[in-house]
C-alpha cells in the first residue's frame, strides 16, 4: 500500500511561481512512475506531467518549458515546480502513482491540493 500526501499550494498571481510536493510513504520502492494531474472546475483531469523511474519525464503542451517535475528518490517525494505561472493554471493539482512504468494506469493518488492563478 502507497499513501501520497501533496502540499504547496496555494494562490499567486500571474507570473508568479509555486512548487508542489508530494511525500510517498508505504511500499514505494516498486512504483514504476508518478505523475501530476489537475482538474479545474467543470474540466475532466488532465495530465499535467509524469517521472518513470529510469527519470525520464513528459510534460503536456500546455506546460513545457514551464513546469518542472523531479523527485527525490532518499526523500521519497515527488516535485512540480512550476514558474510563469497563468490563470489557467487554476486547478486541483493530484499526485498519482503507478507501479508500471508509464503512467499508463495509476494505482494511487493523493488528496489534492489547490492552485489558484490570479489575473
Known amino acids: 500500500q502507497v499513501q501520497l500526501v501533496e502540499s504547496g499550494g496555494g494562490s499567486v498571481q500571474a507570473g508568479g511561481s509555486l512548487r508542489l510536493s508530494c511525500a510517498a510513504f508505504?511500499?514505494?520502492?516498486?512504483?514504476?512512475?508518478m505523475a501530476w494531474l489537475r482538474q479545474a472546475p467543470g474540466k475532466q483531469r488532465e495530465g499535467v506531467a509524469t517521472?518513470?523511474?529510469?527519470?525520464?519525464?513528459t510534460y503536456a503542451d500546455s506546460v513545457k518549458g514551464r513546469f518542472t517535475i523531479s523527485q527525490d528518490n532518499a526523500k521519497n517525494t515527488l516535485y512540480l515546480q512550476m514558474n510563469s505561472l497563468k490563470p489557467e493554471d487554476t486547478a486541483m493539482y493530484y499526485c498519482?502513482?503507478?507501479?508500471?512504468?508509464?503512467?499508463?494506469?495509476?494505482?494511487?493518488w493523493g488528496q489534492g491540493t489547490q492552485v489558484t492563478i490570479s489575473s
Open positions: 498519482a502513482a503507478a507501479w508500471s512504468p508509464g503512467c499508463l494506469r495509476y494505482n494511487y
Open positions: 508505504g511500499y514505494t520502492d516498486h512504483l514504476g512512475c
Open positions: 517521472i518513470d523511474r529510469d527519470g525520464s519525464v
